[in-house]
C-alpha cells in the first residue's frame, strides 16, 4: 500500500476536521457572499465592497482590542458608550482650540492625542477596578456603560455637539479620503488587524493573554503577571475604541447620546462569530475580522434585497450569535 493510499488515522482526521471547523466563518462569509450576488448582481461592484469594508472599520477596531479581553477571559459592554463618550470629548477640545491654534491639523492632531488618552484612560480604569477591586466584568463595564452616555448627555445638553466647519473641512479626508484607490478607515483597519494579529501570536504579552484566558490559576503558578497582563487589555481596548472614534468623528462631525449605540453588540459578535472561545483561551484575529465584516455584510444585503426589513437587522445579528453560540457547544471546557 502506497503512502497515499494508507487511511487516515483518527487523529489525522481530528485535525482535518478541526482545520475545516477553523475555517467555519470564512465559509460562512463567502456563502454569504455568493448568496448577496445571486440575489443582486451590485452586490460584488467595488463601490458596493469598499462600502462595506469601510462601515465595518469602526466596530471591527474596537472588535481587535475587544478580541484580547475576551480570550484573557474579561468583556467589556461599554465600548460604544466609551466611543460616544470621546468623540463628544474630543469635538469639544478641538472647538476650544481654535481661537489659539487655528482650524488646521495642529488642532486635529491635539484632538487625535487626546482621543486617544481619554480611550487608554478609560481602559485603565476599567483594568484597575475589575483586577484590584476583584469586581466582574460585566458588573463594572456595565456601570461605565451608562457613566459614559450620561456623562456625554450632560456636554451636549441631550442633543448634539458639532465639529466646527473649518475643521471639520480639514479633518475630512481621514474618512473620505483614499490612498491608491482604497478608502483610509480600510487602510487602517487593516494595518490594526496586522498589529494586533502579531501581538497575539509572536509576541510574549500575547502568550501570556491566552495561558491567563486558558486557566488564570495555572498562569499565576507560572509567574505570569496576571494583574498587570489583564489591565493591558483593558488599555489595549480602550486605545483601539479611540482609533475608531478618530475615523468617526469625520464621518458626520458631530456626537450625540445615539453615537455608538449598539456597537458593543456588534464587537462582541464579531469575535464570537469569528470563532474566539467566549470563556476565553484562545481565539483568532483573523477570525474577528471575517466576523465583522460578515456583519456588515448582512446589514448590506438586507438594504440591498426585501427579503427581511432592515429594521431588524439587530434581531438577525442576534440569531447568528446565537447560532454560533450553539455550535460553540462542542469547544467549552
Known sequence: MSVSDT????????????????????????????VATLLNSDFLSFS?????????????????GMTFVIISGGIDLSVGSMAALIAGSMILIMNA?????????????????CALVIGGLAGLFH????????????????????????????????????????????????YYGSLLGVPVPILVFTLVALLGGVILNRTRYGRYVQAIGSNEQVARYAAIN????????????????????????????????????????EAIAAVIIGGTALKGGHG?????????????T???????????????NAAVQGVVIILVAFFQRGNRR
Open 48 to 64: 458596493n465592497l469598499t462600502n462595506i469594508l469601510t462601515r465595518a472599520a469602526f466596530t471591527g477596531i474596537i472588535a481587535v
Open 97 to 113: 482650540l481654535v481661537p489659539h491654534l487655528g482650524n488646521g491639523w495642529s488642532t486635529i492632531v491635539v484632538g487625535m492625542v
Open 226 to 265: 496576571v494583574i498587570g497582563v489583564k489591565i493591558a487589555t483593558y488599555v489595549l481596548l480602550g486605545l483601539c475604541v479611540g482609533v475608531a472614534t478618530l475615523l468617526y468623528v469625520p464621518r458626520l462631525g458631530s456626537a450625540s447620546p445615539s453615537t455608538g449605540l449598539l456597537w458593543e453588540l
Open 127 to 174: 483594568g484597575v477596578i475589575i483586577t484590584r477591586g476583584r469586581i466582574e466584568p460585566f458588573i463594572v463595564t456595565l456601570g461605565t456603560l451608562g457613566i459614559f452616555r450620561a456623562v456625554l448627555t450632560y456636554l451636549s445638553q441631550g442633543g448634539s455637539i458639532s465639529l466646527d466647519q473649518d475643521v471639520g473641512d480639514h479633518y475630512g479626508p481621514v
Open 284 to 296: 483568532r484575529i483573523w477570525g474577528t475580522v471575517v466576523g465583522a465584516v460578515l456583519l456588515v
Open 7 to 34: 487511511p487516515l488515522t483518527p487523529p489525522a482526521r481530528h485535525s482535518l476536521l478541526a482545520r475545516v471547523a477553523a475555517l467555519g466563518p470564512l465559509l460562512g462569509l463567502l456563502t454569504l457572499m455568493v
Open 298 to 312: 448582512i446589514e448590506n444585503v438586507l438594504n440591498l434585497t426585501n427579503i427581511i426589513s432592515v429594521y431588524l
